[in-house]
DNA sequence: AGTCGCAATATTTTT
DNA sequence: TATTGCGACT
């Protein structure tokens, strides 16, 4: 065969050289996972498959790309041209546009999560109050609709878990909340899926959905679509939802399924992840097998010690004991600030002695937080050390406003049918609200072509730049760069403008990446509905140079997959793991919490320091202090660092249980 | 009636 | 730190 395949232990080859119909691999933190996916493509492709007829599926795009880069890397001998690495949703989408007799749908405009939110909000109207006077929230709304496409529960439980899933309601009035307020609900829901066909919007739901649907009803396409792979390799399975499983079950007759993933990790359960069908996967996919990892090649012994009694501590049994291939190592640390800057200042002082007196570089270096707000003083820190980093996780440069402001007048040149983008393209304008622009939409949204739009426009009381942004790039359908320069060279003015308290100058910077990544595409049209599945700008925000050697400062999520000599995990403390409102939301939100620090602590190899709150023994509520994952840790797993300011609050560590007493209960004082 | 500016506030996580 | 809500002003 080849290197690949001999260097692979036992259990890995089993997996990677499976000759049955479909496999279910079951894959502890690593334990090379993406070792063992490269060498399955690479067992697939050495045994004559051709690499157009194997897909491999992610969840996100950026455990998806890596895959097939790493795959590209490890077998630059072979011919893997063709070789694709989609999430779902790419997948899906190429599908639709691909197969346009067999999912009938032309012309549509896919809209993002902020469409969506923007689409309800346009639908609720101002100020929707339910059955008992409560304001209701969009953004529930939109959850709670997903949630049901998702996972195909009821709208009532979707209900209940988006909106009431939370320990103080007694059951009954929750109940009867819900039979109250559902006809509202369903009624925008409604509303929503009406509007969506009337604009010919397809939102991200909607393109599993559409597949997932035409494939299981229709024999005939089903056998067409499935027929196109033989191969088909599902990274990150814990990660998918009943959705997707159905979508996936179209091709169980036609296909060989490959699938890896860890229970243990499974961290978005938010959007509908169901882990534990990865359990009954040979119950579920006819035809299958299972195949465990166990052999950890990450990390050190000590690391996985700590990780392991995490999971140990859980009611739920993950059945995870790994085992360190690599043998013994350092002691984790555990480190106790005081503040917050006192905490950022350690970890940036820590990476610096990586570099300075260990020779090691600023990628072997990785900081975890929960939150990406949670990222903000180490990366302050980081720039007043002049540490150059890298930011994974939030919301990326395509979803901050000024790169939408200045997209909205190209989706509207790309489809003039696009409601949502007139509105936020007329609301720049001086004197134009939600009013006006609703009136001006009105005129324009139902001519005939986009000319005839541009000349009513001129005809109207309102400020001409919004003409002429519209007439400046009206021509430029197929030169994306240079329309984008033209939209700002109108716009900018206006824009300074509106940013001008708000960091204009590197908002600035962003259009002109923005010119250089639309160079790629052909078309505006192409440009809009490409960058709203995969907005390529995601992680460029820097804090140096284009290639120099970066700190990577990430959220959990965003940190899947990803390893680091070093990692400094943030704010192991009692308010944030599990938060409080995961205790409120009750056991299973806790315990997706507790997997999320799992996936923190096994990203590091070398070294790991968690940090935490020296007041974390103390808790608010005593449920607080009992759900708190580093409660009863066991001394020995961890080195106790308590950082020079904290030093003063040591003495009031107490590790017994807080009770609440009424001081002034022995007075009378009436 | 509609827009704009200011003050208060609440922060997961991703396609 | 970005968004939302409210009150004042056009």
């Known amino acids: 065969m080849n290197d690949l395949q ?29 070792r063992t996916i490269i060498a399955r493509a690479s067992f697939l492709l050495s045994s004559g498959v051709s690499p157009s007829r194997i897909l491999i599926l992610s969840f996100t795009r950026k455990s998806a790309r890596e895959i097939v880069e790493r795959i590209k890397a490890d077998l630059s001998g072979k011919s893997t041209e063709g070789l694709k690495g989609q999430t779902f949703h790419s997948w899906c989408m190429e599908l639709i546009q691909q197969n346009r007799n067999i999912f009938s749908q032309s012309d549509f405009t896919l809209i993002d999560e902020d469409d969506r939110e923007s ?34 529960v009821s709208l009532s439980t979707a209900m209940r878990i988006i ?9 009954k009035v929750v109940t009867e909340s819900i039979e109250k307020n559902k006809p509202i609900y369903a009624d925008l829901i409604r509303k929503y899926i009406v509007y969506k066909n009337k604009r010919r919007y397809l939102d991200y739901d909607d393109l599993l959905l559409i597949v997932a649907r035409i494939l299981k009803a229709n024999a005939g396409a089903r056998d067409f679509v499935s027929k196109k792979y033989d191969h088909i390799l599902v990274d990150e399975m814990q990660d998918t939802n009943p959705l997707q499983y159905q979508l996936l079950s179209s091709f169980y007759e036609n296909c060989h399924l490959f699938c890896v993933g ?15 069908s990865m359990h009954h996967f040979t119950e579920i996919v006819p035809d299958s097998t299972q195949q465990k990892l166990t052999l950890n090649y990450r990390s050190t012994q000590e690391i996985l010690d700590l990780s392991n009694w995490l999971l140990k501590q859980s009611s739920l049994s993950y059945e995870k004991d790994l085992v360190a291939f690599r043998g013994k190592g350092l002691i984790p640390l555990l480190v106790h600030w005081e503040n917050e800057w006192e905490e950022a200042n350690d970890v940036t002082d820590r990476i610096i002695e990586s570099v300075m007196k260990r020779n090691e570089l600023y990628i072997d270096n990785m900081v975890l937080s929960r939150s990406v707000w949670g990222l903000k003083k180490t ?98 359908q197929y030169n994306v760069s240079e329309a984008i320069a033209e939209a700002l060279r109108v716009m900018e003015k206006r824009l300074a403008e509106i940013y001008k308290d708000n960091n204009w100058e590197s908002r600035k910077n962003d259009f002109e990446l923005l010119q250089e990544v639309a160079l790629d595409t052909v078309s505006i049209a192409e440009f809009v509905s490409e960058y709203v599945l995969d907005p390529k700008l995601e992680t460029t925000r820097k804090g140096g140079g284009k290639d120099e050697d970066h700190v990577i400062l990430s959220t959990i999520h965003s940190a ?26 009750g056991e299973e939100s806790i ?21 935490r709150d020296i007041h974390s023994v103390h808790a608010d509520s005593k449920i607080q202090s009992e ?44």
Not at 130 to 151: G, L, M, R
Not at 591 to 609: F, G, I, P, Q, S
Not at 641 to 652: G, R
Request: contains cysteine; charged residues 25%; proline residues 2%.
């Open 591 to 611: 315990e997706e919490e507790r997997r999320c620090l799992y996936v923190a602590l096994t990203r590091a190899k070398d070294r790991l320091c968690v940090y």
């Open 627 to 670: 759900s708190y994952f580093l409660n009863s840790l066991d001394e020995k797993l961890v080195q106790k660092v308590v950082l020079p300011h904290a030093q003063y609050f040591e003495d009031t560590f107490y590790g017994g249980e807080k009770i609440d007493i009424d001081i002034y209960d022995d007075f009378d004082f009436s």
């Open 163 to 171: 909106l009431f899933d939370n320990a103080d309601m007694s059951d």
């Open 262 to 276: 860890d229970d243990a990790q499974s961290i978005y359960g938010f959007r509908g992840a169901d882990f534990k």
């Open 560 to 585: 899947k997959g990803l390893e680091a000599k070093n990692c400094y995990v943030l704010n192991v403390s009692t308010f944030s793991f599990p938060s409080k409102k995961a205790i409120l939301n």
């Open 379 to 476: 990366e302050a820190c980081c720039i007043k050390k002049k540490i150059p980093y890298t930011i994974f996780g939030g919301s990326g440069l395509m979803q901050s406003r000024h790169i939408r402001d200045l997209a909205a007048p190209l989706r509207i040149i790309a489809n003039f049918h696009d409601e949502l983008a007139w509105m936020r393209f007329l609301m720049l304008w001086p004197g134009i609200g939600e009013v006006t622009a609703s009136k001006i939409i009105g005129y324009v949204i139902d001519k005939a072509n986009l000319e005839e739009c541009i000349y009513t426009l001129m005809g109207l009381n309102i400020p001409k730049e919004i003409s002429e942004t519209l007439l400046a790039i009206s021509d430029l």
């Open 6 to 34: 001999d260097n692979l232990n036992a259990e890995q080859r089993l997996a990677a050289q499976f000759t049955g119909k479909h496999l279910m691999v079951l894959a502890g933190a690593g334990t090379g996972k993406t």
């Open 119 to 152: 689409c309800f909000k346009l639908i609720c109207g101002k100020n929707l109050k339910d059955k008992e006077n409560h304001t209701v929230k969009v953004k529930n709304v939109v959850d709670i609709y997903s949630y049901c496409i998702n996972t195909s």
